[in-house]
């Protein structure tokens, strides 16, 4: 079983910055790929961006290229997104997940094993 806590979540203006965190425990997720995922009010799930299980590789959706970068601390077991230049539109509640590979192509939510609770992040404009 793995636990998935995320944090770093709140209110911020546009323009801003914030970085999440999502702190891993009851087994080790450095084989595994990590990814973000947010939903926002009235919509689906949509996927955010992923980091190979080493944190070489990243992927991310074209709405956050540029602006969000993941990574990941293998040791504290902990994979972080920092959001740069926020806009309205990325209110959402951002979810953490452990895909079941190693790989930072997982894209899809059925690649994905184990989920956070989720982090509320409300940009005001």
């Known amino acids: 079983q793995v636990q998935l806590v995320e944090s770093g979540g709140g209110l911020v203006q546009a323009g801003r910055s914030l970085r999440l965190s999502c702190a891993a425990s009851g087994r080790t997720t450095s084989r595994h790929a990590m990814g973000w995922f947010r939903q926002a009010p009235g919509k689906e799930r949509v996927f955010v961006a992923c980091v190979s299980s080493s944190g070489s590789f990243t992927l991310y959706a074209d709405s956050v290229k540029g602006r969000f970068t993941i990574s990941r601390d293998n040791a504290k077991n902990t994979v972080y997104l920092q959001m740069n230049s926020l806009k309205p539109e990325d209110t959402a509640i951002y979810y953490c997940?452990?895909?079941?590979?190693?790989?930072?192509?997982?894209?899809?939510?059925?690649?994905?094993?184990?989920w956070g609770q989720g982090t509320q992040v409300t940009v005001s404009s």
């Open positions: 997940a452990k895909a079941k590979y190693s790989d930072a192509n997982a894209d899809r939510e059925y690649e994905y094993d184990y």
